[in-house]
Nanobody, 115 residues
């Protein structure tokens, strides 16, 4: 079992920034990959950013150049730095762990971009 605790969501104005954190209960270097997904009301959950054990990173086209995923292995934490936020980024953001045959999810953190 892996427990994931997300933090950093909130209300921000368009053009603003937020940094999400996801702290894992186990050594994150053991995981195949970690990522951030989001789900807006009435929409399917979608991948935002993902980083593999080897350090390969991929982003959704809609966030490229604005969001940055990173990790701190010593703290067992993955981050999502979000800049130049727009109302279209409003969603619940979920941390995900790909651990082979198992997937683990955090409880989600709300991000609302509004003036």
């Amino acid at each position: 079992q892996v427990q994931l605790v997300e933090s950093g969501g909130g209300l921000v104005q368009p053009g603003g920034s937020l940094r999400l954190s996801c702290a894992a209960s186990r050594n994150i270097f053991r995981f195949n990959a970690m990522g951030w997904y989001r789900q807006a009301p009435g929409k399917q959950r979608e991948l935002v950013a993902r980083i593999t054990r080897g350090g390969s990173i991929n982003y959704a086209d809609s966030v490229k150049g604005r969001f940055t995923i990173s990790r701190d292995n010593a703290k067992n934490t993955v981050y999502l730095q979000m800049n130049s936020l727009t109302p279209e980024d409003t969603a619940v953001y979920y941390c995900n762990v790909d651990h082979g045959a198992d997937d683990y999810w955090g409880q989600g953190t709300q991000v609302t971009v509004s003036s």
